[in-house]
């Protein structure tokens, strides 16, 4: 494992005592003399990925495998090619549209418990999106909670993340460093409805950005859609469908295709993915202010280097004190860290004496995090 230049910025930060700060009213359990053979025989890291060897199934696989226990939809959590897939009922549509309707499902409520080769297995809601689940897993009285995506903070399109107590907690660490601190969402949408009166008052089109499964219908159900109209790409309008058909209630958003001739497009706010910044598709809507939602944008100068007018913090993932508050609620005495600031969270836990893993996932590479939030991906990327 060599050092990298990210693992020297985390160092720095942990040498500055940031890392180190406890949050406020956390205590942390003592550890105790269970080890985490316990935790492994019941899930172990395969390479098609997390694998439940009581159970034998996987759990978000990246390979084709006979049984799947999906998440959520976004695609590096479900992967097509599977024999079955198991996932929240909550998200049903958005899971069809994601993997096809020739695929095998098998959907559950929350909180229904199913007993496969003696685990007993529920899932909870994880606040990341509409039907995004954790994955609790019981096996003769000893409990993993896998969180998948999930996030602490407020959001219209989903249920509300359920805190679990386990024994071994397995955590995404999409932002777990201290500099990642969402504001509330309130605040956030406060700022994207006076962005886009003034867009209207200067004659600019507001285009806003953000991940097309999930954060644009987030987006979607935060904004006053009494402003103007509101217009999206085609993927969202898609996705926007699979949501209604999950029962998540969105404003009215048209396509660009049902555009009336010589229509003023500063009038109106169109949510669009990432990666139409730059495209010939941007050109018909004239002078555009461009926006972009993302738990990236609390980078500092992040607006410059990828140019965009105006960021604004709304994540899908759970911040730096919402994964600690998270860690402390579940008791967990071992913790697995995945996708992001691994070892930054798994250094932290480890000093306050929990045992601690560092789980490795495919998806690190050289994507542009502010492309794809969902990608686990930042912009001082792990090479481990
Ligand atoms: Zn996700
Ligand atoms: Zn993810």
């Known amino acids: 494992m060599g050092s990298t230049r990210h693992d020297q910025n985390i160092a720095r930060l942990l040498d500055e005592g940031v890392v180190t700060e406890q949050p406020n009213g956390l205590d942390w359990p003592a550890a105790t003399s269970l080890d985490s053979r316990a935790a492994r ?4 890291e395969t390479a098609a990925g997390l694998y439940c060897v009581p159970g034998d199934f996987y759990v978000d696989p990246w390979e084709p495998v006979a049984r799947a226990v999906v998440t959520h939809a976004h695609s590096d959590h479900a992967r097509g090619g599977c024999g079955t897939y198991l996932s929240a009922r909550a998200g049903r549509a958005i899971l069809q549209m994601r993997l096809g ?27 990341h999106m509409t039907g995004a689940a954790q994955v609790r897993l019981e096996y003769a009285g000893y409990v993993i909670v896998i969180t998948g995506d999930f996030k602490r903070q407020a959001d219209p399109t989903c249920a509300t993340f359920e ?3 386990c024994h071994t907690l397995v955590t995404e660490s999409t932002f777990g460093l201290p500099i990642y601190r969402w504001p509330e969402p309130d605040g956030i949408f406060d700022e994207i409805n006076a962005w886009w009166r003034t867009n209207q008052q200067e004659g600019r089109t507001s285009l806003l950005l953000g991940y097309t499964v999930g954060k644009a ?4 159900a935060g904004i006053d859609a009494s402003i103007g109209p509101v217009f999206a790409h085609g993927g969202v309008v898609q996705a926007n469908q699979a949501y209604e058909a999950c029962g998540v209630t969105l404003p009215q958003v048209r396509g660009i295709a049902e555009v ?3 229509f003023t497009w500063s009038e109106a706010l169109i949510v669009a993915p990432p990666s139409v910044q730059g495209s010939p598709w941007l050109r018909r809507f004239g002078d555009v202010s461009m926006g972009m939602a993302s738990g990236w944008m609390q980078i500092r100068g992040i607006c410059r280097r990828r140019n965009l007018d105006r960021g604004f913090v709304i994540s899908d993932h759970v911040d730096w004190q919402g994964l600690l508050a998270t860690v402390q609620e579940t008791s967990a005495e ?5 996708h992001g600031y691994t070892q930054a969270v798994a250094r932290y836990l480890a000093e306050r004496g929990l045992r601690t893993a560092i789980l490795k996932t495919q998806y690190v590479g050289e994507l542009d995090a502010a492309d794809a939030e969902e990608a686990a991906s930042s912009p001082t990327e792990e090479r481990a």
């Open 41 to 44: 025989e019941i899930l172990r």
């Open 101 to 127: 309707s020739a695929a095998s499902y098998q959907f559950v409520d929350y909180g229904e418990v199913l007993t496969i080769g003696g685990v007993r297995l529920s899932l909870h809601p994880a606040g």
């Open 163 to 165: 805190p679990l107590r």
């Open 217 to 220: 219908q987030r987006l979607l």
């Open 260 to 262: 009336p001739p010589r």
């Open 334 to 338: 071992e913790v697995w860290v995945t």
